[in-house]
């Protein structure tokens, strides 16, 4: 049994460590315009943005994200006062994808400008345009343009809507979402063509009856919420196994089974007792729902700042050594005194004392698990206090749970492991990986500062002398402060010693040399592939030769009889790179897109415009107006009306007379879902012709 508990512990902790689409409109904008003095004018951009989205900010270093662009203009004449402002809940973080700092806005975010007209006794229209970039964790949409127009009638009338006739034969209404790719058609009579965009409509591609059904079908995201919850629920279990809180089991169990005369209300008390431990857990991430920003504030910044990614580096270390046994990490003992001496108030008062005197006692061991958690799981997430909440909630209802069916059965408490050396050995295990955990916090450091000190190879080094010291600490070769002076060497340390001799020959294969990634399973530990002593930088793709073109990959497709591979892809997607590195790049998947296909990486972010003859706008209601004036914006649209989609990375495979061979897929994957698609419609194509 004990040797089940210590093999569950450390399998929980090297899981932290190892830790569809529609047409989708995440932000809606409104354009105010309000006067803030004599004959001067503020506008005043607002974008709401739908939970896990974000939009990032104006100020972006080059090569990496699409930084959001918002400007003021008038044909009647204006005068800018100041620059753009931006205000929103701000988020600052090192992206390992693009090698940066980027940040973005969550929730909610405004842009304003002040201007004041040239003539003030005139009226005045005045165009809005923003173009900006939405992503969330798992994709990225494509740039979009949007323009605003309000009219100022004078310096005391109020602002209203208004499109000047000189525009409306240039501007397009798109379907409703759910219908793009439909209908596009003038609001007007005046223009009787849609400009041709190069036939941006095909027909023929009818994403929704594919000529084959085989593939992967597109999967839905996944819910974070339930993988955190049930991520806490096993590191509450972990707690449950140290020294703090094991030996409490047993004595407060009986206190509540056997301390009252009226068994009945005893077992009711163990549950109310248990049902407190969750609230109190679950209260710990109130203050991050009430306070507003507080997660950019603490969680975002892990990821973004120097020194504090320092300072975790240190209290990681600290942690470390205290569950090694070379001190002990406690609150303050008035806190417990106060919270104990509560526990006399007796009835249900009582019994929530008693639970949160349980909670700050076990401190010591529950902490740095806590610590763990919480920051590998929430660390760079837009939505941290949902996911604070459930993280806590599930740690919690581990211990409601076994609190509970002990008062329920308390039969089952001769069943349990005694108290003893074991326990100390699970403490120690925690160590090392405290230790391990340590590193990624100074390698985040050591990114965000440009250093690069802390190269893969070197992380990768030190990793492995931490993994040698735990087998053998494991095989007792080594002894801590509270170790038994002669361990038993049980079959769970045992079992635990050959994984750890396992990991270390997996790591080593990351000091070997080689043209393709490794250690994908550590890709969001590891510092990144160009930050390593022997990268160095490809042509291309992979050695790939894509084209940029949707029509020119067609006419390669019809000479050489291949299928061709639709990438809608981007320079700021960051999930696009992620499939290049670790999916693209796979033995069985890298030959089909080097062989087999015709790749047409079209990028929806590209910021070329196209000719004037092509340019359009599309009006999208409540006086918005999207613009197609570059190449990104072509492809967009084309991506938009023909398969209904607007999200990065989307892959669809068409044959040279363009139609879809399997159903289309969207967003990272593993390999083999991305593999069975391409090797789907690679050999239905073959077998057709």
């Known amino acids: 049994m004990k040797d089940l508990k210590l093999v569950l512990s450390t399998l929980f902790i090297l899981i932290i460590t190892l830790y569809n689409a529609q047409i989708t409109t995440p932000v809606k904008f409104k354009l105010d315009v309000n006067p803030v003095g004599k004959e001067e004018y503020e506008a005043v951009l607002t974008g709401t943005i739908k939970d896990t989205w974000h939009v990032y900010s104006k100020d972006l270093p080059p090569d990496s994200g699409i930084p959001t662009e918002f400007k003021i203009s008038s044909e009647d004449g204006i005068q800018l006062i100041g620059k753009v402002q931006e205000i929103g809940k701000k988020h600052d973080e090192f992206s390992e994808a693009f090698g940066a700092q980027i940040v973005y806005y969550s929730n909610k975010v405004v842009f304003k400008q002040k201007f004041k007209p040239k003539d003030p006794s005139k009226p005045v229209s005045i165009t809005a345009e923003i173009m900006f970039q939405t992503c969330n964790d798992r994709v990225c949409l494509a740039p979009e343009t949007l323009e605003f127009e309000k009219r100022i009638e004078g310096t005391k009338t109020s602002a209203t809507e208004k499109i000047p006739e000189s525009e409306k034969d240039s501007v397009y209404e798109v379907a409703p979402a759910g219908e793009v790719g439909t209908v596009l058609k003038p609001t007007t009579v005046a223009t009787p063509d849609l400009p041709k965009q190069d036939g941006l409509k095909i027909n023929s591609l009818d994403f929704k009856n594919p000529l084959t059904n085989c593939g992967t079908e597109q999967q839905k995201p996944a819910n974070d919420n339930w993988l955190v919850l049930g991520l806490g629920f096993l590191g509450g279990l972990i707690a449950l196994l140290t020294p703090c809180v094991f030996p409490m089991i047993p004595l407060t169990v009986s206190f509540f089974t056997k301390g009252n005369k009226d068994k009945a ?400 897929v969207s967003g990272y994957m593993p390999k083999e879902d991305f593999k069975k698609f391409l090797k789907c419609g690679i050999e239905y194509f073959k077998t057709k012709n």
């Open 265 to 664: 209300k005893g077992k009711r008390d163990a549950f109310i007792y248990g049902f407190f431990i969750l609230l109190i857990f679950v209260l710990l991430s109130i203050p991050f729902h009430i306070i507003d920003g507080i997660s950019g504030n603490i969680f975002n910044q892990i990821s973004t700042n120097i020194w504090l990614n320092l300072f975790f580096f240190a209290i990681f270390l600290f942690f470390a050594l205290s569950f090694f046994g070379y001190y002990e990490i406690t609150l303050p003992s008035s806190i417990a005194n106060k919270s104990s001496k509560a526990e006399e108030a007796g009835g249900i008062i009582g019994i929530f004392f008693m639970a949160l005197t349980l909670v700050i006692v076990s401190f010591s061991c529950t902490g740095p698990i806590l610590g763990s958690l919480l920051g590998g799981v929430v660390a760079g997430a837009t939505n941290v206090p949902t996911l604070l909440t459930f993280a806590l909630a599930g740690f919690g209802l581990a211990w409601a749970l076994v609190f509970g069916l002990l008062a329920l059965f308390p039969q089952a408490l001769q069943s349990l492991p005694k108290s003893g050396g074991w326990m100390n050995t699970v403490k120690v295990v925690l160590g090392f990986i405290e230790l391990a955990l340590a590193l990624k916090f100074l390698s985040k450091a050591d990114l965000v500062s440009k250093t690069f000190f802390l190269k893969r190879e070197l992380f990768i080094v030190l990793w492995i002398i931490i993994a040698i010291g735990l087998v053998v600490y494991l095989f007792g070769k080594i002894r801590f402060p509270h170790d038994d002076k002669n361990p038993k060497i049980s079959l769970g340390r045992r079992i635990l010693g050959v994984f750890g001799i396992v990991f270390i020959a997996y790591l080593i294969q990351g000091l070997i040399p080689s043209e393709k990634p490794k250690l994908q399973m550590l890709s969001g530990i590891l510092p990144p592939l160009n930050v390593s002593y022997l990268h160095k930088e490809e042509d291309g793709i992979l050695g790939l030769k894509p084209y940029h073109n949707y029509f020119e990959a067609i006419e390669v497709a019809k000479k050489e009889n291949k299928p061709v591979l639709i990438d809608f892809t981007g320079y700021g997607c960051e999930n696009c790179r992620k499939m290049e590195e670790f999916v693209w790049s796979q033995d069985d998947v890298l030959p089909m897109l080097q062989n087999d296909v015709i790749i047409a990486s079209v990028y929806v972010d590209d910021k070329e415009e196209l000719p004037e003859n092509e340019q359009i706008k599309i009006d999208m209601g409540d006086g918005q107006k999207k613009k197609v004036k570059t190449i990104g914006d072509k492809w967009s649209l084309f991506q938009q009306v023909n398969f209904n989609n607007n999200s990065q990375p989307h892959y669809v495979l068409v044959t040279p007379d363009q139609q879809v061979i399997n159903s289309p």
